[in-house]
């Protein structure tokens, strides 16, 4: 506790402090000091405070969980077990030091956790998310910390999937490019204002810098500069395919499974089949040569929240291959689902896309080489290159965008390079939006989004009359299921 307090007052207001620091005088560092050691007691109080106050319990009768806490003023939580949607089990670095684990509780359209406990022992943390995750099992659970907890034998089973090195490796070098590469050119643009900062700072000639940039920018330049850049794209993604999903390995527990990975954050997570709204899976060119594939299992959160706080509800399973990914559908949803009757796009997704991406961009640069930029000129070229791929990212995309329907699964099929399926039960739809504009009403053309508790998806430019039979019949299914979704 008093690790876990300190870490949050050092980066709350280590910027401060350190500004404080390098412009006080040498002589008065001993002020600095002592107000350090006033900061670590008033800590080590704080942490006192919230380790006494700080009690849970399971409450059977009531079928809910209770957690008491605070410093001076104290609350207290009731959770219902039957609310609760995912119980994580995840230990940071401080914890592994500590040798502690952390226990995340979150239910179903809240914007945060709701409760989360910071210093808990392995046992006894996997024995209390068995038992919260399984309201209905009226086995007498003790957590009485006197008491050795001796944990059930599936929580030590044989993992049903584990990603190998080398599948890591081939999920690092074939995923995650376009995820990647945002990263690196936000990294880069925080270079180039520090560069831009420091020849303002240092008053550098900027007529030379310029010189330096315009005599490196040729054609050869540019494109040794592609190269680099996505050799070290690549690098970025196998550091961080390994980072997040080292050890990765899923274990059977009844009819859920237990997903566990992290390098140095360990996470532990219960995939419950009730709670996954949209299960998809993806694959692209080079990982259909390796045999491995992607997928996601997404579950109920806020449509209101953070999307950060959104991609914590989303489990992944990188590198599995497809008996595996088999395996798990029958898990979630039952059964391997079939397509059924296929739905195909209007041409005008074609317009839409080919005005979007080609046409604007082009007018736009051409207009700015001709008028405003006269370097761009040079790279005038480079627009037959965009074209060609460009050109091909709008064929594919079109050629993989499908909808398919049968009674029990609702798949959507998109992507040029990355092709994902994103598979829905009907009767965890939660609400459907059509649209149609006043110009597609002659041509039949209309939008369909399905609003579930993890997210929307969409299918644009259907044919607008099979929709509203679509819409129809799934409404209908809704209303008349006795399935429940959470």
């Given at each position: 506790?008093?690790?876990?307090?300190?870490q949050?007052?050092?980066?709350?207001?280590?910027?401060?402090?350190?500004i404080?620091?390098?412009?006080?005088?040498?002589?008065?560092y001993?002020?600095?000091?002592?107000?350090?050691?006033?900061i670590?007691?008033?800590?080590?109080?704080?942490?006192?405070?919230?380790?006494?106050?700080?009690?849970?319990?399971?409450?059977?009768e009531?079928?809910?969980?209770?957690l008491?806490?605070?410093?001076?003023?104290?609350s207290?939580?009731?959770?219902?077990?039957?609310?609760?949607?995912q119980?994580?089990?995840?230990?940071s670095?401080?914890?592994?030091?500590?040798?502690?684990?952390?226990?995340?509780?979150?239910?179903a359209?809240t914007?945060?956790?709701?409760?989360?406990?910071?210093?808990?022992?392995?046992?006894?943390a996997?024995?209390?998310?068995?038992?919260?995750?399984?309201y209905d099992?009226?086995e007498?659970?003790?957590?009485?910390?006197n008491?050795?907890?001796?944990?059930?034998?599936?929580?030590h089973?044989?993992?049903?999937?584990?990603?190998?090195?080398?599948?890591?490796?081939?999920?690092?070098?074939?995923s995650?490019?376009?995820?990647?590469i945002?990263?690196l050119?936000?990294?880069?643009a925080?270079?180039?204002?520090?560069f831009?900062?420091?020849?303002?700072?240092?008053e550098l000639?900027?007529s030379?810098?310029?010189?330096?940039?315009?005599?490196?920018?040729?054609?050869m330049?540019?494109?040794?500069?592609?190269?680099?850049?996505?050799v070290?794209?690549?690098?970025?993604?196998i550091?961080?395919t390994?980072?997040?999903?080292?050890?990765?390995?899923?274990?059977?527990?009844?009819n859920?499974?237990?997903?566990?990975?992290?390098?140095?954050?360990?996470?532990?997570?219960?995939?419950?089949p009730?709670?996954?709204?949209?299960?998809?899976?993806?694959?692209?060119?080079?990982?259909?040569?390796?045999?491995?594939?992607?997928?996601?299992?997404k579950?109920?959160?806020?449509?209101?929240?953070?999307?950060?706080?959104?991609?914590?509800?989303?489990?992944?399973?990188?590198?599995?291959?497809?008996?595996?990914?088999?395996?798990?559908?029958?898990?979630?949803?039952?059964k391997?689902?079939?397509?059924?009757q296929?739905?195909?796009?209007?041409?005008?997704?074609?317009?839409?896309?080919?005005?979007?991406?080609v046409?604007?961009?082009?007018?736009?640069?051409?207009?700015?080489?001709?008028?405003?930029?006269?370097?761009?000129a040079?790279?005038l070229?480079?627009?037959?290159?965009?074209?060609?791929?460009?050109?091909?990212?709008?064929f594919?995309?079109?050629?993989?965008?499908?909808?398919?329907?049968n009674?029990?699964?609702i798949?959507?099929?998109?992507?040029?390079?990355?092709?994902?399926?994103?598979?829905?039960?009907?009767?965890?739809?939660?609400?459907i939006?059509t649209?149609?504009?006043?110009?597609?009403?002659?041509?039949?053309?209309?939008?369909?989004?399905?609003?579930?508790?993890?997210g929307?998806?969409?299918f644009?430019?259907?044919?607008?009359t099979?929709?509203?039979?679509?819409?129809?019949?799934?409404?209908?299914?809704?209303?008349?299921?006795?399935?429940?979704?959470?």
């Amino acid at each position: 506790m008093f690790a876990d307090t300190f870490q949050s007052v050092v980066r709350a207001m280590w910027a401060p402090l350190l500004i404080v620091f390098l412009r006080l005088e040498s002589e008065k560092y001993i002020l600095v000091g002592l107000s350090f050691l006033g900061i670590v007691i008033l800590v080590g109080v704080i942490a006192f405070l919230k380790y006494r106050n700080f009690t849970f319990f399971l409450d059977e009768e009531k079928q809910e969980f209770i957690l008491s806490k605070g410093i001076l003023n104290k609350s207290r939580i009731n959770i219902q077990l039957s609310k609760i949607q995912q119980v994580n089990i995840n230990q940071s670095i401080i914890q592994k030091i500590v040798g502690v684990y952390s226990l995340d509780i979150d239910t179903a359209g809240t914007d945060k956790k709701e409760i989360s406990i910071r210093a808990i022992d392995q046992d006894l943390a996997l024995i209390l998310k068995e038992r919260l995750l399984d309201y209905d099992n009226k086995e007498e659970v003790d957590l009485d910390e006197n008491q050795e907890v001796i944990p059930k034998e599936n929580n030590h089973a044989k993992p049903f999937l584990k990603i190998s090195y080398a599948t890591l490796f081939k999920v690092g070098i074939t995923s995650k490019y376009g995820r990647t590469i945002a990263i690196l050119i936000t990294f880069i643009a925080t270079l180039f204002q520090a560069f831009k900062d420091a020849v303002d700072t240092f008053e550098l000639d900027e007529s030379q810098v310029d010189s330096v940039f315009e005599q490196g920018l040729g054609m050869m330049s540019v494109l040794i500069l592609i190269f680099g850049l996505l050799v070290i794209v690549l690098l970025i993604n196998i550091a961080r395919t390994f980072i997040k999903h080292f050890d990765f390995e899923i274990v059977k527990q009844k009819n859920s499974l237990v997903v566990t990975h992290g390098l140095f954050a360990k996470k532990n997570t219960l995939l419950n089949p009730l709670k996954v709204q949209i299960t998809s899976f993806s694959q692209n060119f080079f990982q259909k040569k390796f045999r491995i594939l992607d997928m996601n299992m997404k579950q109920a959160s806020n449509n209101e929240v953070q999307e950060k706080q959104k991609k914590s509800s989303v489990i992944e399973i990188p590198g599995c291959d497809s008996v595996e990914r088999d395996e798990i559908l029958r898990i979630i949803l039952g059964k391997i689902p079939e397509k059924g009757q296929e739905f195909v796009p209007n041409f005008r997704y074609l317009i839409f896309r080919i005005l979007f991406l080609v046409i604007i961009p082009i007018v736009i640069f051409v207009a700015l080489s001709l008028t405003v930029i006269d370097d761009l000129a040079f790279y005038l070229p480079l627009i037959f290159v965009y074209l060609v791929l460009v050109g091909v990212a709008i064929f594919f995309g079109y050629k993989n965008y499908r909808m398919y329907s049968n009674p029990e699964f609702i798949i959507l099929k998109h992507g040029a390079w990355d092709v994902e399926n994103e598979i829905i039960q009907p009767h965890k739809i939660q609400g459907i939006t059509t649209t149609q504009y006043f110009w597609h009403k002659s041509s039949d053309v209309g939008h369909l989004t399905l609003h579930t508790a993890a997210g929307d998806v969409h299918f644009h430019f259907g044919n607008f009359t099979e929709i509203k039979q679509l819409v129809n019949y799934w409404l209908y299914q809704v209303e008349t299921s006795t399935e429940n979704w959470m």
